[in-house]
């Protein structure tokens, strides 16, 4: 009945959008789109999630400026080479003692087979990496649309696998990575990136309680 | 990246997104750290041989588990008799160390060394910004000189002596030499016996009398605990001598407070008393030893066990007790410790012991000897640490920088000053005595590179860092310095993140180097690595260990074939062939040729009490302490000081200490006990994750006596550091 | 069955409490197996000597007799274990152990301890800890017909054997002579 | 802190049982205002069902409470959690039972008053421990019949807006009941302090604590100064009177319950 909408190709657009541009960021990537960024950030604002999301309006407005010192936070908080102030590995949140590669690990890994894929490299860098959660949703959510584009029925399990893993892994710790990085960091851009990130993947969470109706 | 189904999705789509660049524009979705799944080699549970390269005596075989790719147990190899099956406590936090978050995981630079402004770089750029600085160092200077590496022993796997060959492939280098470990020992034996040679520990249990002297094995050699132990089971006396009473001391029958530093003081009065009640093993001497009869005129005229007495504070008839017991039990057996070397007069004092056990006729001796340690099963091609420099090479050879007075002699340098460092396998800022000039040197570079897997305070000093694999992400092979097993260490798992060996990182950076500036490099700049450890076997190794070829170490660790008791043969590699107890050798470089007394260091007035600092259980110098496992332990440094001191200083358990001298103080939380004499404290030395606690900020650069003919410079009196304690 | 702890070879190394860790991969602030040390005063004379104690796998377990989900069960060779499927983490087993055995599992928030490596004993292995030690310190003893001497059921620090009556027993250290230079 | 929904569970139980038998044996022996009665109950079973959810909080697993009902046959966790939901039930019925005369409410009445005291007997036995030397005698019940009897009374006679003379009678016993508390406590802190190992050092503890002087205060010597001078001046106490004297013996019990948490040392291994 609503089979339209659930899989309405400008929605998807813009979560594609916005999935891609987290994607990068945390991959470490974006900074080589500087002189992009002003373009970003307009395509960003098309989005419109600003207007739905507080979480998302509030960081549009800390990312403005890409600066240098946005970068050596960013190093600072996801990639080393001192400890860590917000690991971006879900084992490092779920996993009491933080340590990567462990159950959590193996257990995103037995997501990403369920589609038939694995991590580039397997076992170098740890399956829950949030770049890689990240780029696997993205992933689900091109696979439901592609498939319902051409009519498959496999539309619907692409969906349930985005959702669940929403729930089960991704939506359940991203927001105290969040918190770690409001907590520790010393840029905006880092902040509204965190805040941004935060609002975005909780809303696509709640998402799930009427998955039915809307996508 | 690879793209998949896009034909299909773009049908009866517009592509209106604009791509901007992002991985991937709106309709476009493009893999980048996924791909469609690839059969994988690493199913199932896999077993792997590995070999601990921490400098330690037990080089332990390790059998790790690894499942689906990833390293979930590691165990000991039941197949080596030394270790038994068993590991350390810091050997089984292995995985610990693999997959902590706070690895290393990316090449990176900093913009202000010490700033923390890190960028994450590319392998790629870090090597070009390495080969261009050391071509311009080069091209300014005239040679490569101004460069400097300090590498050690953080890995003492064969293999990583590439790092030493890397430099050399640059053209002649300065080089952090020497060693503050155990120098001032290995020359007094070099003098004695022409080299150092010890039995196999496995061979502890056949004597019947065991003296353990300045040495700890219970914390830092725990398999050889096992034949010290069951040695006692089997009726030996065990003997520890040590200013400490340390976990090994607890367990010995006798344990003998002496003063420190005056262990030559104690073996020359043991000598006095064997020689005057005719214990001595005159045969052993005259067939095998020179110099013994000035020797004895030197007891006899200068040396009553009076004096031993009140230098080393042991009753007069302890000593003699002692003596006899130790000349009378057949075989008697001393191990000397690093410890008790690490002195103003460590060298001399480990010459008059290993002549207690000369005169005595225990050395080569099954149960018996003087054990210090042992190079015999080193005898590798060294295949990766030798190098050719390149042609036209400027200089006349590497130039030696005391690694035992390194921040002072890198300030010093001059024609060429040193402007570069390359650190790998050690972590100065925290290990090297005077930290607070270490640091100025690390200040006063240009450039730093610093190879590492954690970030400790070095790597805090450094414009770039690389990462660097652990044990189980590469290939090697081991050997030790203390038992006489040979064990391979096979690649178990993927490096994690980007890190590299040592030798990946030596072969890529010559690439660039060659890239940049044809012929500048000589390190070959390919090779799979587990053809690098093939290239350190020799056939002089293969009869050793009873091998045909090192893949059959693939099947567990092997064991010499012989050579079990050192000196047997009674062919001692000085130049008379003869034990010397007169060495002229020992003149040659500036010492008595007779292990005569030489004065031990006293305290000062200001800074009354001496300041031990030893090893401690947890971990190696800088490693280990810094896992989860370790810190739920123990996380934090102290200072131990005896009952009375306290009293007198007003110190109660857990008050905050101030240790100082006139080089700098640390404060730290007492802990009471008797285990120290009044006059001594000790901390052990560590470096602990996110604590500003170095002990070195106390320590002196100060030389041991020898050290100079093994290993270039003389060793370290780590212990003859003078301090004052107060409370704050 | 239980531990022997021949506290006269034990050298306070760990290496038992750290082959636990690895076996189970624990949580850090979780320690199944502890090196306590014992307090130097309670020789004659100073020594360093340790008590390396895990579960004790109680004759009489008082986290058995507490536990109000029947989480505890005591199997027919002695070993308590503790099943994690029905804990509800009351910690009511913590409260009534003299030992300190049941651990709370942040994370799970659920309680753990050592369960004598039933596991592997069932593969007819040892016990991790005692596979691991240097020293040989640590064994597991079947008190069905194990008759040795020398003996004890409890050293300085342990508390009062008589309340769960613990299956661990222990071999004293020996106390070897000394000569000290603050006498 | 982990040990703060004990306090307030084991506290508010102990209250609510008290009050249950109050009520109960009110009835039983005098008349009282049916719809009084009722509402009563049912704040008591309000208060039961309240105190038991808060014990939850301090579950690891508290969806799986359940589960803590499964081993009556050793664990006094069981039977306390059987008792005191048993007493719920209990209640329930009663509330349903407010009508003119009826004798089956009285003996029912009569089943609670023994369940109640049974429950906070069970509550009591939880902490008798022989790891914890303090507690491993009929301290924890002493003094937990005690919280119940203190507060239970005064609780319904505000509750049922009594004038008559059962109001002074219970004013009267709860004043004893008080007294009597205080005495037990100084005795066993005593022997506490004058025995050796945990035992003293939890004695210690709680007299070292911060909180002891002013639950001393607030549990005992403010009430207890209250009655002996009301009896003094011959002075009825009123409504206003015993709200405050509950307020602050409710509060002291609660500092009371946070010392008998935080002050108990139990046995472990020596060493570091």
């Known amino acids: 009945m609503k089979q339209n909408q659930r899989y309405n190709p400008a929605e998807f657009q813009r979560k594609f959008f916005v999935y891609r541009l987290l994607q990068d960021y945390y991959s470490g990537c974006l900074w080589q789109k500087k002189d992009n960024w002003n373009e970003i950030l307009l395509t960003l604002a098309e989005t419109r999630y600003q207007e739905e999301i507080i979480f998302f309006d509030l960081g549009m407005r800390l990312i403005q400026k890409l600066t240098q010192e946005a970068v050596y936070d960013f190093n600072r908080l996801f990639v080393g080479p001192e400890k860590l102030l917000a690991p971006p590995y879900e084992s490092a949140y779920r996993n009491a003692e933080g340590l990567l590669m462990q159950k959590e690990t193996t257990d995103v890994r037995k997501f990403y087979s369920i589609v038939g894929l694995s991590v580039v490299g397997q076992n170098r860098e740890p399956d829950d990496f949030i770049g890689l959660e990240l780029e696997f949703l993205c992933f689900l959510l091109y696979q439901a649309v592609s498939c319902f584009q051409r009519g498959e029925e496999r539309a619907d399990f692409y969906l349930n696998v985005y959702f669940e893993f929403l729930n089960m892994h991704l939506g359940n710790w991203v927001s105290d990575h969040c918190e770690d990085v409001l907590r520790h960091s010393t840029s905006y851009f880092c902040k509204g990136m965190a805040m941004l990130t935060k609002g975005f993947i909780e809303r696509e969470k709640s998402l799930l309680m009427h998955k039915e109706e809307i996508l | 990246m690879k793209e998949i189904s896009r034909r299909s999705f773009l049908k009866g789509t517009a592509a209106t997104g604009a791509a901007l660049g992002l991985s991937g524009s709106f309709y476009n979705f493009l893999f980048s750290g996924l791909e469609p799944a690839q059969a994988s080699d690493e199913t199932g549970i896999q077993k792997f041989q590995n070999a601990c390269p921490r400098n330690c005596y037990d080089t332990c075989s390790i059998l790790s588990t690894v499942e689906n790719g990833i390293l979930t147990k590691v165990e000991g190899n039941p197949q080596n008799t030394f270790t038994r099956g068993r590991l350390c406590a810091k050997g089984y936090t292995y995985t610990r160390r693999v997959y902590s978050p706070d690895r290393i995981k990316y090449p990176m630079r900093q913009n202000g060394r010490g700033s923390g402004n890190w960028e994450r770089i590319s392998w790629d750029e870090a090597y070009t910004l390495i080969a261009k600085n050391i071509l311009k160092i080069k091209k300014e200077y005239g040679s490569t000189l101004p460069i400097c590496l300090n590498k050690y022993s953080g890995n003492f796997d064969i293999m990583h002596y590439g790092i030493e060959g890397m430099l050399s492939s640059f053209g002649n280098t300065s080089r952090a030499t020497g060693t503050p470990c155990w120098p001032a020992g290995i020359d007094s034996q070099t003098f004695d016996m022409g080299t150092i040679v010890n039995n196999d520990p496995e061979d502890l249990v056949n004597s019947k009398y065991l003296i353990l002297w300045g040495v700890n094995p219970a914390w830092t050699s725990v398999h050889s605990m096992y034949f010290v132990q069951e040695a006692q089971r089997r009726g030996c006396k065990i003997v520890a001598i040590d200013p400490v009473l340390t976990q090994t001391a607890s367990k010995a029958d006798l344990y003998l407070q002496i003063k420190p530093s005056t262990d030559g003081a104690l073996a020359l009065g043991m000598a006095r008393y064997i020689l005057d009640h005719n214990l001595i093993d005159?045969?052993?001497?005259?067939?095998?030893?020179?110099?013994?009869?000035?020797?004895?005129?030197?007891?006899?005229?200068?040396?009553?066990?009076?004096?031993?007495?009140?230098?080393?504070?042991?009753?007069?008839?302890?000593?003699?007790?002692?003596?006899?017991?130790?000349?009378?039990?057949?075989?008697?057996?001393?191990?000397?410790?690093?410890?008790?070397?690490?002195?103003?007069?460590?060298?001399?004092?480990?010459?008059?012991?290993?002549?207690?056990?000369?005169?005595?006729?225990?050395?080569?001796?099954?149960?018996?000897?003087?054990?210090?340690?042992?190079?015999?099963?080193?005898?590798?091609?060294?295949?990766?640490?030798?190098?050719?420099?390149?042609?036209?090479?400027?200089?006349?050879?590497?130039?030696?920088?005391?690694?035992?007075?390194?921040?002072?002699?890198?300030?010093?340098?001059?024609?060429?000053?040193?402007?570069?460092?390359?650190?790998?396998?050690?972590?100065?800022?925290?290990?090297?005595?005077?930290?607070?000039?270490?640091?100025?040197?690390?200040?006063?570079?240009?450039?730093?590179?610093?190879?590492?897997?954690?970030?400790?305070?070095?790597?805090?000093?450094?414009?770039?860092?690389?990462?660097?694999?652990?044990?189980?992400?590469?290939?090697?092979?081991?050997?030790?310095?203390?038992?006489?097993?040979?064990?391979?260490?096979?690649?178990?798992?993927?490096?994690?993140?980007?890190?590299?060996?040592?030798?990946?990182?030596?072969?890529?950076?010559?690439?660039?180097?060659?890239?940049?500036?044809?012929?500048?490099?000589?390190?070959?700049?390919?090779?799979?690595?587990?053809?690098?450890?093939?290239?350190?076997?020799?056939?002089?190794?293969?009869?050793?260990?009873?091998?045909?070829?090192?893949?059959?170490?693939?099947?567990?660790?092997?064991?010499?074939?012989?050579?079990?008791?050192?000196?047997?043969?009674?062919?001692?590699?000085?130049?008379?062939?003869?034990?010397?107890?007169?060495?002229?050798?020992?003149?040659?470089?500036?010492?008595?040729?007779?292990?005569?007394?030489?004065?031990?260091?006293?305290?000062?007035?200001?800074?009354?009490?001496?300041?031990?600092?030893?090893?401690?259980?947890?971990?190696?110098?800088?490693?280990?302490?810094?896992?989860?496992?370790?810190?739920?332990?123990?996380?934090?440094?102290?200072?131990?000081?005896?009952?009375?001191?306290?009293?007198?200083?007003?110190?109660?358990?857990?008050?905050?200490?101030?240790?100082?001298?006139?080089?700098?103080?640390?404060?730290?939380?007492?802990?009471?006990?008797?285990?120290?004499?009044?006059?001594?404290?000790?901390?052990?030395?560590?470096?602990?994750?996110?604590?500003?606690?170095?002990?070195?900020?106390?320590?002196?650069?100060?030389?041991?006596?020898?050290?100079?003919?093994?290993?270039?410079?003389?060793?370290?009196?780590?212990?003859?550091?003078?301090?004052?304690?107060?409370?704050? | 069955m239980g531990f022997l702890v021949d506290a006269e070879r034990c050298i306070g190394c760990h290496a038992c409490e750290m082959a636990c860790k690895n076996e189970y991969q624990s949580e850090p602030n979780v320690r199944w197996r502890k090196v306590y040390p014992i307090n130097e005063t309670e020789y004659s004379l100073p020594e360093r000597n340790h008590l390396s104690l895990a579960c004790n796998h109680c004759e009489k377990p008082e986290c058995l007799r507490v536990c109000p989900v029947r989480a505890y069960t005591k199997r027919e060779d002695g070993i308590v274990i503790h099943d994690q499927g029905r804990c509800i983490g009351c910690k009511m087993c913590a409260m009534a152990c003299p030992y300190e055995v049941p651990q709370y599992n942040v994370r799970l928030k659920k309680m753990e301890k050592c369960n004598l490596c039933d596991g592997r004993l069932d593969q007819g292995l040892k016990t991790a800890c005692e596979a691991a030690c240097p020293v040989e310190a640590l064994s597991v003893i079947d008190f069905n017909g194990f008759t040795k001497y020398g003996f004890v059921i409890a050293l300085p620090g342990f508390p009062d054997p008589s309340i769960t009556k613990p299956t661990t027993r222990f071999i004293k250290p020996r106390i070897g002579a000394q000569v000290r230079r603050d006498q | 802190m982990g040990e703060y929904p004990l306090i307030l569970f084991t506290v508010l139980s102990q209250l609510s049982a008290g009050a249950a038998i109050t009520l109960s044996l009110l009835d039983y022996f005098t008349k009282i205002d049916n719809s009084a009665g009722k509402k009563s109950t049912l704040v008591v079973l309000v208060m039961i069902a309240l105190s038991l959810g808060i014990s939850l909080l301090h579950l690891g697993h508290p969806f799986n409470a359940y589960r803590a009902l499964t081993n009556i046959g050793s664990s006094w966790l069981s039977r306390e959690a059987i008792l005191f939901f048993l007493l719920g039930i209990l209640l329930l019925v009663y509330y349903f039972q407010w009508k003119e005369e009826n004798s089956f409410r009285k003996s029912l009445g009569l089943i609670i008053s023994v369940v109640s005291v049974l429950a906070v007997v069970s509550s009591g036995m939880v902490y008798v421990l022989p790891a914890v030397p303090a507690w491993n005698n009929f301290s924890p019940i002493l003094f937990f019949l005690f919280t119940g009897a203190a507060l239970g009374p005064m609780f319904i006679l505000l509750m049922l807006k009594l004038t008559n003379g059962a109001f002074s009678r219970l004013v009267q016993f709860t004043a004893v009941i008080l007294a009597a508390s205080l005495m037990c406590f100084i005795v066993y802190v005593s022997v506490l302090l004058s025995g050796s190992g945990a035992s003293a050092s939890t004695g210690s503890q709680i007299v070292g604590s911060g909180i002891f002087w002013p639950r001393l205060l607030v549990n005992w010597i403010l009430p207890l100064g209250i009655f002996a001078w009301l009896t003094f001046k011959r002075i009825s106490p009123d409504r206003k009177v015993v709200c405050s004297l509950f307020v602050m013996v409710f509060i002291g019990e609660l500092l009371g319950r946070y010392l008998f948490y935080y002050a108990s040392v139990a046995l472990k291994v020596a060493g570091l």
């Open chain 2, 282 to 728: 005159a045969k052993w001497l005259m067939n095998n030893a020179l110099g013994y009869n000035e020797f004895f005129d030197y007891l006899k005229n200068n040396i009553t066990t009076d004096w031993a007495a009140e230098k080393t504070g042991l009753p007069k008839n302890v000593i003699e007790t002692l003596a006899r017991e130790y000349a009378t039990a057949k075989p008697a057996n001393i191990w000397i410790g690093y410890g008790m070397q690490r002195h103003a007069n460590g060298g001399q004092n480990v010459r008059a012991i290993d002549a207690l056990a000369a005169i005595t006729g225990n050395i080569g001796k099954s149960g018996g000897g003087a054990q210090y340690a042992h190079l015999e099963t080193w005898g590798f091609n060294y295949h990766a640490m030798v190098q050719n420099k390149p042609a036209g090479s400027a200089g006349s050879g590497d130039r030696a920088i005391n690694i035992n007075n390194f921040g002072a002699e890198v300030l010093a340098a001059k024609e060429p000053p040193i402007k570069m460092l390359w650190i790998a396998c050690r972590n100065p800022m925290s290990q090297d005595p005077e930290t607070s000039v270490v640091k100025k040197a690390f200040e006063a570079m240009d450039f730093v590179v610093t190879a590492d897997q954690f970030f400790n305070p070095s790597v805090a000093m450094s414009d770039i860092v690389l990462p660097v694999t652990t044990i189980f992400e590469t290939w090697g092979v081991n050997v030790s310095y203390w038992h006489y097993w040979l064990c391979l260490n096979q690649q178990a798992i993927k490096p994690m993140y980007e890190s590299k060996n040592d030798i990946q990182i030596a072969m890529e950076l010559s690439k660039k180097m060659n890239e940049l500036e044809p012929g500048s490099c000589t390190f070959p700049t390919s090779g799979d690595l587990k053809d690098w450890v093939g290239k350190e076997f020799n056939t002089g190794i293969y009869n050793q260990f009873g091998i045909s070829d090192w893949k059959e170490l693939e099947k567990g660790p092997v064991k010499t074939k012989a050579g079990h008791v050192a000196w047997q043969d009674g062919k001692f590699r000085t130049s008379s062939g003869k034990y010397e107890i007169w060495s002229e050798e020992a003149k040659k470089f500036g010492h008595l040729p007779l292990p005569v007394y030489r004065e031990e260091l006293k305290p000062a007035n200001e800074y009354p009490y001496r300041c031990i600092s030893p090893h401690w259980k947890l971990n190696i110098h800088s490693q280990f302490q810094n896992l989860d496992w370790m810190q739920a332990i123990n996380n934090a440094p102290f200072i131990e000081i005896h009952p009375e001191t306290a009293q007198k200083m007003g110190i109660q358990e857990k008050d905050n200490v101030k240790m100082y001298n006139d080089l700098g103080y640390i404060v730290l939380p007492a802990k009471i006990t008797e285990t120290v004499a009044q006059d001594i404290v000790v901390v052990y030395e560590a470096w602990y994750k996110d604590k500003n606690f170095n002990v070195n900020y106390t320590v002196k650069a100060l030389p041991a006596d020898m050290g100079k003919k093994a290993t270039g410079m003389p060793g370290m009196a780590f212990h003859d550091n003078f301090v004052n304690i107060a409370k704050v």
